[in-house]
């Protein structure tokens, strides 16, 4: 008896072995000095409710409260937004903006503020919205002691994914998302390969743990993939509510 229980540990485990060893890049032996170390970059700093942070020195800095110069109109003419004391506020019935370039895989930092004093109620209140790829959107929405439905409420897919906690700060307090985003890909007949993913942190805590999003959000829009390119540009919406932006920078991620 001991010596089939050895058996079946000894066969459990060197199955284990081989299949964590078939995830690792077979190229290279384990420790192995002569495979390429990570690329050295200098990391960001958090930032308070009197100023914002500093990107990693790799990321690609889409606003910095200086300027719009990242960012464009929905008819790709200059950005509408008004510029103020370091931070962009959404005016209304401007219409969107998007970012200059497109970006696919990729690691994004936005910080929002929520308008004081608060005014409305559910989906009236601060709404605003991050598009990924312009599609796919990540919920901005003042949660702080104001009920709405699940799938819509700050830190959701919208439509699809409720936050796995409502992690709302009070209006005209700064709060943040750090988002990892990983694109759809397509086939060169246009067939989905691989849906698009994403992970959200709502000022630090986990809400969107590596959800598959089922295609894009729209209001009473069944989710549907349609063909498209790796990349393309985000997108913050204006949803009428005077939501302010800053420290928004973005790092591509290899696929």
Known sequence: MKNSL??????LFL??????????DPQWKIHDM???VPTVITPGTSSTQESPGKAPSDAIVLFDGKDLSE?????????????ENGYME????????????????????VEFREPVPPRGTSQERGNSGVFLMG???IQVLDSYENKTYADGQAAAVYGQYPPLVNASRPPGEWQWYDIVFHAPHFDSA???QRPARVTVFHNGVLVQDNVEIRGRTAIGYI???????DRAPLALQDHGNPVRYRNIWIRELKD
């Open 6 to 11: 050895a058996i079946v540990v000894t066969g």
């Open 15 to 24: 199955f284990g072995a081989g299949a964590a060893h078939g995830q690792a």
């Open 34 to 36: 002569n495979r390429p």
């Open 71 to 83: 960012w464009l109109a929905e008819d790709n003419g200059p950005a509408k937004w008004k510029l």
């Open 90 to 109: 959404v005016v209304a019935k401007t219409g969107y903006i998007h970012s200059k370039k497109p970006f696919g895989d990729c690691q994004l930092h």
């Open 135 to 137: 599609l796919y959107e």
């Open 190 to 192: 246009g067939k989905l």
């Open 223 to 229: 989710p549907t993939y349609a063909p498209g390119p």
